[in-house]
Every structure is written in C-alpha cells, then in structure tokens.
C-alpha cells in the first residue's frame, strides 16, 4: 500500500513538474502489440522519459519527456536499437533480426 501511495506521489509530482517536452514519433515498422509493449516498456527505463504511448493502429507514438535529462534523439536511438523504424531513423538490422516473427515487416513490402 505504501508502495502505491509512494509511486502515485511520484507520478503527480512528475506531471506538475514543467518541464515537459512532448515528441511524436513516426513508427512504421512497427507489427503487432509486441512492438507497441516493447517499445513502450523500454522507453518507459530511460531516465526523463515520463510518458510512452504507442498507437499500433496508426503506427505512431508520443513520447513526453524532460529536456533537462534526455533528448528525442536518445530516445529515437532506444528504439531503434531495439529494432524498430523511428521517424526518419533506421532499425538497428541486428536487432531487428532478432525481433519474433509476428514483429518482422511482411517480405513482400
Ligand atoms: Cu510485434
């Protein structure tokens, strides 16, 4: 309970606090709820990031963020060395070799 009370403090406190920056993000190699979870969840780890949202119907995401810690381009670096397409950046092909294959693009685009 305490727990709970401790993050719901902290999660208002992050959403008083004014620095905020607020980035879309192109996601168009992105497949199924995986993509949308693994991307949210590891964006979600990195420091100044407060706010992942990924909308797998229309390939795009937001993202709102601290300034003061991080940047877009950190953050469009995570995903796409997690394997996924990012506004105008590339998917790390390592990476994105080893996505399942429900989360690989369909060979014939
Ligand atoms: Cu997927």
């Given at each position: 309970m305490k727990k709970i009370i401790a993050s719901l403090f902290c999660l208002i406190f992050i959403s008083c606090s004014s620095d905020k920056t607020t980035a879309e993000l192109k996601l168009d190699s992105i497949q199924c709820l995986m993509c949308s979870y693994s991307i949210e969840e590891n964006l979600r780890e990195?420091?100044?990031?407060k706010k992942v949202q990924v909308d797998l119907k229309n390939k795009s995401g937001r993202v709102v963020f601290n300034a003061n810690i991080i940047d877009l381009s950190t953050i469009e670096n995570k995903i796409t060395s997690i394997g996924y397409n990012v506004n105008n950046k590339l998917a790390d092909i390592r990476a994105y070799e080893k996505l399942e294959l429900c989360c690989k693009k369909p060979k014939e685009n």
């Open positions: 990195l420091r100044g990031v």
